[in-house]
């Protein structure tokens, strides 16, 4: 059992995580399509980390960090470390000083494919043969609470996302985010918010137990 657990502060998500939030001393992958709450799952954890007294670092790989919008959810920023690394050398630089000297608590990668990308102007998976293992090497090691968003992508209806056969390797648990399909109940829609569903697809410290979440992000 992980000594840390950062709740989201969502008991929906809690609940559907099992361990009743972020476990320590693992990766977890928030995986979905655009606009599906990934980043905005992130600020949630790291406000709660942040309450608990746990330093937290941003690695904004995709430079979409808005500072306005992290507040209105909770966060501190100005006690949330934000980093936009160029290269794989240097995200893992700042990766390897930040945990080794226990700087960081909890680390969030937003988003790894987005790392690739801003790396070569295109995703190539190569240099994430080494940096994932090595990732969870330290993750592990120093109990550091990880979480990592991936865009998830649907080609002839199989559902596919960047280095998604290694995130099966060292991803301990890959959830889902998704819209929720309106029924069309020709009422009105209502703007004020986004209702989203996470699904636990896989949970390597509670395998036979995947949960499922209904929430709603306000605006």
Request: charged share 20%.
């Amino acid at each position: 059992m992980p000594t840390t657990i950062i709740p989201t502060g969502i008991a929906a998500i809690d609940e559907a995580l099992i361990l009743g939030g972020i476990p320590g001393g693992h990766i977890t992958e928030l995986l979905g399509e655009e606009s599906t709450g990934k980043s905005w799952l992130t600020l949630r954890i790291i406000a709660s980390a942040q309450q608990a007294g746990k330093v937290c670092m941003l690695l904004d790989t995709e430079g979409a960090f808005d500072a306005c919008w992290a507040t209105k959810n909770g966060v501190d920023t100005t006690a949330l470390v934000v980093v936009r690394p160029s290269t794989m050398e240097q995200t893992r630089c700042i990766i390897d000083e930040a945990l080794f000297g226990r700087c960081c608590d909890v680390l969030v990668i937003d988003s790894l494919d987005g790392l690739a990308v801003r790396q070569t102007g295109k995703s190539i998976i190569t240099p994430f043969y080494t940096f994932l293992p090595h990732l969870h090497t330290l993750v592990e090691a120093l109990g550091t609470v990880c979480v990592v968003t991936n865009h998830l992508t649907v080609h002839n209806g199989v559902p596919t996302s960047f280095a998604n056969d290694l995130m099966r390797e060292y991803a301990t648990i890959r959830a889902t985010l998704a819209r929720v399909v309106s029924d069309d109940s020709g009422e009105s829609a209502d703007t004020a918010g986004i209702d989203l569903r996470l699904r636990v697809r896989r949970h390597n410290l509670a395998p036979h137990t995947l949960g499922e979440a209904l929430f709603r992000i306000q605006f």
